[in-house]
């Protein structure tokens, strides 16, 4: 299975509670100062980017490419800003097993 990550400027609302309001802003403080867990616990919305600048990074690959100008075709905006390797995909074909009774992952690569 293939993953993205994509980061963008955007407009958020995030929707806390709590036993009383100065909990719920509380909480909200932590998370502006960077506790994430309130993020996991917190009804969020998020809105389409406010700029047509996007960053994406494909897998775990470490390279963070830029879409400048957000055009909508994954053609211009993904492939043309990846080297050809990071847009394939290994897939698990099959398990193998041996005489000996070892096994073995037979891996394939798929671009997409």
Not at 3 to 26: A, H, P, Q, V
Not at 53 to 71: A, D, N, R
């Amino acid at each position: 299975m293939a993953k993205m990550t994509f980061r963008f400027s955007t407009e958020c609302e995030m929707e806390l509670s709590g036993t009383s309001y100065e909990d719920i802003y509380l909480k909200f403080k932590d998370f502006m100062h960077g506790n994430q867990h309130i993020a996991r616990q917190a009804n969020l919305k998020v809105c389409p980017p406010e700029s047509v600048q996007v960053f994406f990074e494909v897998e775990h690959s470490g390279h963070v490419h830029e879409i400048e100008q957000f055009k909508g075709s994954y053609e211009t905006d993904i492939r043309q800003n990846c080297e050809t390797t990071e847009l394939m995909i290994p897939q698990k074909d099959m398990v193998l097993a041996t005489d000996e009774g070892e096994f073995h992952t037979v891996w394939s690569v798929s671009s997409h």
